[in-house]
């Protein structure tokens, strides 16, 4: 079975071609933007949404086909045309010029497969199952998009706030920092409550009681983002 090797890629930056202009292409193109890579779309024609990507200066055009060459400087890209003879030479260049390469429903001109995502803020839950079966995909993600609310996105940043302000000055060993965070992550349904009434303040009073008992009064007066 192909792509068994989970990744979460840092785009921040990276050039990303997109070649296709259409709905495929550009949701493909919106996913890297929220992954804040620079990404060129290269296509004839585009839908109406990159059109409109292309106006506020979120996406470069280019307004032809995919030409050999295209891929220089890319670090990732994502052959969304409808001919598949297309893909197949994307892919070659990607190939020849180590560029990682993904192919939509073209199993044999991917390096890697696209999971369906929920992303809960720095929170990110991916669902594959190695291009096999890609609408049971989109169905589970259905269904965690429903299970997973906005607050787990206010619990990521809180446990996450208070990790970066303990760690540095944390006197206790491995299993001791360990213990700490089961006992925190045990109340969980409790902290996600709270977060769902708005009190993320009181919760991350409690992270940090949980933590570093001995300086909660003194260190916990700091605000979540």
Sequence with gaps: MPFRYPVALELSGRRCVVTGGGREAEGKARALLE???DVVVIAPRVSDGLDDLLRRGEITHIP??????DLAGAFLVIAADTDRAVRAE???EAEAERVLCNAVDDVEHCHFAVPSIVRR?????????GGRAP???????????????????ALVDVLGDVRAETLPTKTVDFAGWAA???????????LLALLEEGRIEEVRVRVYSALKPATTSAHCSGSVR
């Design 35 to 37: 992954a804040e890579a």
């Design 64 to 69: 032809r086909r995919y030409r050999r060459g």
């Design 90 to 92: 994307v892919f070659a």
């Design 121 to 129: 803020g720095e929170l990110l839950l991916a669902i594959s199952t």
């Design 135 to 153: 609408a049971l995909a989109k169905r589970l993600r259905r269904r965690l998009t429903a299970q997973f609310g906005w607050q787990w996105e």
């Design 180 to 190: 700490r965070w089961n006992d925190v992550l045990d109340r969980e349904e409790e």
